[in-house]
């Protein structure tokens, strides 16, 4: 693809990757649980991470936020090194499992976060109000987290993520045991926030919600098999739906394919021409 150099005119910050990664690799006990990953995360885009149970999504979503240890490699977030203290409030995490005050009410717990994060005080009911509107969750605000359901109080872990508007923000399966109706709203969250210029990277093992996302990275085994749109991947294996794609990747890759499963990678194409 004949893409022209950037002009003297163009912002860096603008075309810069969220995430850079480069032969990143992770060791955990004795084993390589990531192992030599290269990608790059666009701005601005909602990327979803796919694989299997125990592929490596926890681990990878761990090093971006600078949480994992013994990491090598290149890991670049916000064009700077992963778990740079200074990413700290650009950047927002969400766990699988959810992090709040079970004796605080949804907007205490977030007023909590909203102190710790440093928001101005007078800046903090206001800050509050918004994440809980964009989680859906004002009707709940005053309810203890303890009396909240699981999908209610993932939005609040979520609320929490979205306090200091993040440019990055990780949502490790943030959508696991929801019911369709509440994943549906999530995704239009998901795409309501990068519509405002945030960066997200999704995280799920459920292949039905790859379509979902602008571009995926499909991981198994540690090792990444496709960096690509959901349309690309399809096409390119010629599958109808994302969940046939990965086999066929799984196969081939399983096959020792002449053709390297990371020749889908497209981690440079722009943005809507692939
Ligand atoms: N301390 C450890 N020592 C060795 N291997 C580990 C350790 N912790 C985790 N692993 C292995 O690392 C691999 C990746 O785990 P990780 O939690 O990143 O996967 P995952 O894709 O997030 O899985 P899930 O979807 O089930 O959360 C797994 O095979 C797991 O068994």
Same mark, same amino acid.
Not at 33 to 46: A, H, I, M, N
Not at 122 to 131: F, G, I, P, S
Not at 201 to 215: K, N, P, T
Not at 242 to 247: I, K, R, T, W
């Given at each position: 693809?004949?893409? *022209?150099? *950037?002009? *003297? +005119?163009? +912002?860096?910050?603008?075309?810069?990757?969220?995430? =850079? +990664?480069?032969?990143?690799?992770? %060791?955990?006990? &004795?084993?390589?649980?990531?192992?030599?990953?290269?990608?790059?995360?666009?701005?601005?885009?909602?990327?979803?991470?796919?694989?299997?149970?125990? &592929?490596?999504?926890?681990?990878?979503? /761990?090093?971006?936020?600078?949480?994992?240890?013994?990491?090598?490699?290149?890991?670049?977030?916000?064009?700077?090194?992963?778990?740079?203290?200074?990413?700290?409030?650009?950047?927002?995490?969400?766990?699988?499992?959810?992090?709040?005050?079970?004796?605080?009410? $949804?907007?205490?717990?977030?007023?909590?976060?909203? @102190?710790?994060?440093?928001?101005?005080?007078?800046?903090?009911?206001?800050?509050?109000?918004?994440?809980?509107?964009?989680?859906?969750?004002?009707? =709940?605000?005053?309810?203890?987290?303890?009396?909240?359901?699981?999908?209610?109080?993932?939005?609040? &872990?979520?609320?929490?993520?979205?306090?200091?508007?993040?440019?990055?923000? %990780?949502?490790?399966?943030?959508?696991?045991? #929801?019911?369709?109706?509440?994943? /549906?709203?999530?995704?239009?969250?998901?795409?309501?926030?990068?519509?405002?210029? $945030?960066?997200? #990277?999704?995280? &799920? =093992?459920?292949?039905?919600? @790859?379509?979902?996302?602008?571009?995926?990275?499909?991981?198994?085994?540690?090792?990444?098999?496709?960096?690509?749109? *959901?349309?690309?991947?399809?096409?390119?294996?010629?599958?109808?739906?994302?969940?046939? @794609?990965?086999?066929?990747?799984?196969?081939?890759? /399983?096959?020792? $394919?002449?053709?390297?499963?990371?020749?889908?990678?497209? @981690? =440079?194409?722009?943005?809507?021409?692939?």
């Amino acid at each position: 693809m004949n893409k *022209p150099p *950037p002009g *003297p +005119a163009e +912002a860096p910050t603008a075309s810069r990757p969220a995430v =850079h +990664a480069r032969d990143l690799t992770v %060791v955990r006990g &004795s084993r390589r649980v990531l192992d030599k990953l290269s990608f790059d995360v666009e701005p601005g885009t909602v990327t979803g991470l796919l694989g299997p149970s125990g &592929s490596g999504k926890s681990t990878l979503i /761990r090093a971006i936020v600078g949480t994992q240890a013994k990491v090598t490699g290149t890991l670049d977030v916000l064009g700077r090194p992963a778990g740079t203290p200074a990413l700290r409030s650009r950047v927002g995490y969400v766990t699988q499992s959810p992090s709040v005050y079970d004796d605080l009410t $949804a907007r205490q717990n977030l007023d909590y976060y909203a @102190a710790v994060l440093g928001i101005p005080r007078a800046d903090r009911a206001a800050a509050v109000t918004q994440a809980l509107t964009d989680v859906d969750l004002t009707s =709940h605000a005053d309810d203890l987290a303890g009396n909240l359901s699981g999908g209610q109080s993932s939005r609040v &872990s979520l609320a929490v993520a979205l306090l200091g508007t993040p440019e990055l923000l %990780v949502l490790d399966e943030p959508t696991v045991g #929801l019911d369709p109706v509440l994943r /549906r709203d999530l995704w239009n969250l998901f795409h309501r926030l990068a519509a405002r210029g $945030a960066t997200l #990277l999704i995280s &799920s =093992h459920v292949m039905d919600e @790859a379509d979902r996302c602008e571009r995926l990275l499909l991981i198994r085994d540690g090792t990444l098999l496709a960096a690509d749109t *959901p349309q690309a991947l399809r096409e390119t294996t010629g599958s109808e739906t994302v969940e046939d @794609a990965f086999l066929k990747l799984v196969e081939s890759a /399983r096959d020792g $394919a002449t053709t390297h499963p990371q020749s889908h990678q497209a @981690a =440079h194409t722009p943005r809507g021409t692939s």
